[in-house]
């Protein structure tokens, strides 16, 4: 699977499958859960914020070079697929049941704590942030307070 945030095609593919994925999910009364599901092997938790509105998502990433992951906030269900790069970089494309899409770039891996952290855009411009990785409690709480204070999302109330 390539993940080329420049292929227009490919992004209308992918963008179809994740909205039926997610528009599933939703439609088939089955609980939803922020949490890894049992039988996949590389999960990590993943939040998101909203700087300019403070919609906060939480969900899972699945894959280890590559795969998928699915948020939820308040407002809607996402999902999309993201690709690492050779260069430690890596690019994701995301998809909201609410017609909503982004793409976004993870440009840090903060090794101490195991966290990727990466920004993107949705299609309308508005701002969001990822961070995910399997101690995420422990980036916060590492993190200068100057550095968190712009989030406008609680990072307590993303990983709690």
Known sequence: MKVKTNDTANQLHWRHIFRVTALAMVSS???WSAECPADETYCQPIVACVPSTGESFRGF???LE???FFLQSGKSICGGLWQNGPDGTGAAIMNCEDDRNA???FEYFERETGTVVGKGEFDDGTVIEYWTG???AAYFERT???DVQPISCNPTDLIS
């Open 29 to 31: 009364g089955a609980a």
């Open 61 to 63: 990433a699945v894959g």
């Open 66 to 68: 590559e795969g998928k």
């Open 103 to 105: 793409r976004a770039t």
């Open 134 to 136: 399997s101690n995420l």
């Open 144 to 146: 200068d307070p100057a």
